[in-house]
């Protein structure tokens, strides 16, 4: 018997999964229970759409991504901060307000755990990467200074 799962089930698959069962197993347990149901024509049918929807959303999460990576690509940004006689930094320049200045700038949102930089500690430019999407990635650079 070929049931669609509505639940995750240990040892036999996971929420959406087209599984063959044992018609006892299928129509004693699972189906009362709710945690399948029987994979009919209706069934197949919404299954697919499903998965064709969520290939779709992926996609455009991709594409924007890239569109993304092609604004942010080489481009720098300024942040102003304050510091000793020495040019060391009163604390650091921190993801969050790359993340921050990104957003204001190029009104493009990045969590700032997506941004990889160095500890920014003194007046300088320094080069950072930003993980736009999974395997996209793109080098910039920021320019302390007063």
Known sequence: MKVILNADIKDLGKKGELVNVSDGYGKNYLIPRKLAKIADAAAMNELKNKAAAAAYKLEQEKAAAVKNAQILEGKTIA?????????????????????????SEFDIDIEKKKIVVEDIRQYGTYGFTVKVYTGIQVQMFVFVGE
């Open 79 to 103: 942040i102003k901060a304050n510091a000793g006689a020495n040019g060391r930094l009163f604390g650091s320049v921190t993801s969050k307000e790359i993340a921050e200045k990104i957003k």
